[in-house]
């Protein structure tokens, strides 16, 4: 039985080990790992994985594959922790939001032995940790895929393999592009409804306020229910790039601002009208279509298995062949001196 690891039992992580459990993988053992014994406990009674261990190091032995779902920030520890323990080949990957300071620590810490494979699905919900964990939580959502310089080609296979089969779409995406984009369209967004909210909140008239307060206030506020230490990591990781499109924002609500303060009533309406049919058109038809990089990878649950389990079939037929070559056939002896018939030895 090969055993896939998944390091941080919360939202995301209880989310991949139900997804995974779901499409029940013959001869696949998912084994859960948490700091929080609590949540080591629930996501056990929830389904989300076979069995959990008390120690990163039991959790990781043996492991083919590793999912670190921790916070960002934890990250460089657990890979610092885990790094001696585990075996030749392993594939490690990761959930994180931002992708090349994780990419760095593994580079740093991994040993040379194993491949690093970020990942990051473009997934959540502003409740965290294994209750509100959700086994469709992936389904149909792009999930990025950042592959190390040094890791092999069956191991990106084997990620690609495995966002497929919990209905994710792969994304390969360069580690710093990554940051880049999701700092628009993750991290922005997740600074502006934390400061909409305390910006209204600090009013005095914040009880009248909250009265009044419906579905748009509360649609644009519900990311600042997130996971403060998300939150927080998030920023501290990706800080340029979320300051770039801070700036960019501050320009946008300027040129607001100059429309209503010049009473530009024409050209307010047409902007709205334009910001109107171009987001329907994103809503229904979707964002536009980008290069496709060519990939080989898997679809099926028999074939991510088949990889897993492919990598140390593939090292034991190695041995094999070895160990086949250097020993002479069935019945003969090696023979002595130069390996030549004593006749032709005795020849000048």
């Not at 998912?30 to 069995?51: Q, W």
């Not at 997934?123 to 940790?129: D, I, P, V």
């Not at 990554?178 to 209204?200: E, G, M, Q």
Request: glycine residues 8%; proline residues 7%.
């Amino acid at each position: 039985m090969e055993r896939m690891t998944i390091i941080g039992l919360g939202l995301i992580g209880g989310s991949l080990g139900l997804a995974l459990k779901a499409t029940k993988l013959p001869n696949v053992e998912i084994v859960g790992y948490d700091t929080d014994t609590i949540a080591a406990v629930d996501a056990r009674r929830v389904g989300a994985v076979d069995k959990t261990e008390h120690t990163l190091q039991r959790a990781t032995a043996n492991a083919g594959m590793v999912i670190l779902a921790t916070p960002i920030v934890a990250m460089r520890q657990v890979m610092e922790e885990m790094a001696s323990g585990l075996r030749e080949n392993c594939i490690v990957t990761d959930t994180a939001s931002t992708k090349s300071l994780v990419m760095e620590w593994a580079g740093q810490l991994l040993p040379p032995h194993v491949s690093f494979v970020g990942g990051h699905p473009m997934a959540g919900k502003e409740t965290a940790g294994i209750a509100n964990a959700d086994a469709r939580l992936f389904a149909g959502k792009a999930y990025c895929i950042v592959p190390s310089p040094a890791a092999t080609e069956s191991a990106v296979k084997l990620v690609a393999g495995l966002v497929h089969l919990i209905g994710a779409q792969p994304l390969f995406i360069d580690a710093h592009e990554h940051d880049r984009y999701v700092a628009a369209v993750s991290h922005l967004p997740l600074v502006l409804s934390s400061a909409l909210f305390t910006l209204v909140r600090g009013s005095p008239a914040w009880p009248e306020l909250a009265a009044l307060a419906s579905s748009g206030f509360r649609d644009l506020t519900r990311l600042a229910s997130g996971d403060p230490e998300l939150s927080h990591d998030i920023c501290l990781t990706n800080r340029e790039a979320i300051l770039h499109w801070l700036e960019r924002m501050a320009d946008e609500l300027s040129r607001y601002r100059e429309l209503l303060a010049e009473g530009q009533e024409e050209a307010l309406f047409k902007h709205f009208t334009r910001v109107q049919l171009d987001r329907d058109t994103f809503m229904t038809a979707g964002p536009p279509t980008r290069p496709r990089v060519a990939a080989d990878v898997p679809d099926a649950g028999e074939q991510l298995v088949s990889l897993l389990v492919g990598e140390r079939l593939v090292r034991r037929a190695r041995e094999i062949r070895k160990l086949l070559s250097e020993r002479p056939p069935e019945g003969r002896t090696p023979p002595k001196g130069d390996g030549r018939p004593p006749e032709e030895r005795r020849r000048p």
